[in-house]
């Protein structure tokens, strides 16, 4: 990294210690954290006034030197990209190796169709060393439906011969009761990588679209749910990118009664979803109780089905 990322907040011209106080509270802690956040969201987040937000983010991305990079130098930068397995090989193939850092995975599917079950694999498999499908990491776990269960860690604790109270003590889990709780709760995140100095390299928010279906009922609200959508899931790509860490939420589904051919399922939260995901995976029952995941959006993969199963231990082939 560069000298620039060793400048504090507090050194830049005009910024005093009050306000790099309400910027850091805010979830503010580095300069890189500053230049790509839209001016308007550190205004309401940090409470300092339009001018003086406009001028600390035209210093931070001054001082950063945001500039275009060539293919070459790109092409460099993904070399740092990382997968978490799945647990499934099918699954891994179908996804270029498993949940990969710097991008958002959506897995959406009608209920006991395996995304939870997923989330919980995850959030066991990213504290497995990097030869065995891991990445050394901790885990968040944002439960906005109550559906984490420590049980099923120990079960998939176990199958992988680990010590199941390590690994539940690696997962930093918050149940969430309402959109705004959501928010803030990934607004923290920042906080427990760089103060509290935990390896994060895995978020789950299990499920991304629930609770913002429950505040936000009929059509009159629904670009209000959107706008706070789209900044919510455009907060967590950020974080993707900014840490190297990989972003897993599951989704609700509908169904289309006024489709009579195909499958009439598809998933809420409509095209701010479905633009911010890096890829969106259908899972469903398939034969004898296994499970089908299917690739049906990826910047760079084709679309694709895998089989998968799951057991006591987890997700398996």
Request: net charge neutral; aromatic share 6%.
């Amino acid at each position: 990294m560069s000298a620039n990322n060793e400048i504090k907040i507090e050194d830049l011209p005009g910024v005093g210690d009050k306000i790099a106080e309400k910027l850091k509270e805010a979830g503010f802690t580095d300069l890189m954290a500053l230049a790509v956040t839209p001016v308007i969201e550190i205004i309401d987040r940090a409470g300092i006034g339009d001018s003086t937000a406009q001028k600390i983010v035209e210093l931070a991305r001054k001082h950063l030197n945001l500039n275009f990079v060539s293919g070459n130098d790109y092409f460099d930068q993904r070399n740092q990209v990382r997968r978490i397995s799945t647990g499934s090989s099918n699954f891994n193939m179908l996804i270029a190796g498993g949940v990969e850092t710097q991008a958002i995975t959506e897995c959406f599917g009608q209920f006991a169709s395996g995304k939870t079950q997923l989330a919980h694999q995850l959030a066991v498999n990213v504290q497995l060393p990097e030869e065995q499908g891991g990445l050394n990491g901790y885990a968040v776990y944002i439960d906005t439906e109550g559906t984490f269960r420590p049980e099923r860690i120990v079960q998939i604790a176990k199958s992988l011969k680990l010590d199941p109270q390590e690994v539940l003590s690696r997962i930093k889990v918050a149940r969430t009761y309402s959109t705004d709780h959501q928010i803030l709760l990934t607004e923290k995140i920042p906080e427990l990588i760089e103060k509290e100095k935990l390896p994060i390299r895995l978020i789950i928010v299990d499920s991304l679209m629930g609770l913002f279906r429950v505040e936000f009922a009929g059509r009159g609200t629904l670009a209000d749910r959107q706008q706070k959508l789209n900044r919510h899931i455009h907060f967590l790509q950020r974080l993707a990118d900014r840490f190297n860490l990989a972003i897993y939420v599951t989704n609700q589904v509908m169904s289309k009664p006024d489709q009579f051919f195909g499958d009439p399922t598809y998933p809420v939260g409509g095209n701010i979803v479905a633009h911010a995901c890096t890829y969106r995976i259908y899972l469903r029952k398939g034969k004898a109780g296994k499970r089908v995941a299917k690739l049906i959006d990826s910047a760079s993969l084709p679309e694709g089905e895998a089989v998968f199963d799951i057991t006591e231990n987890g997700i398996k082939d």
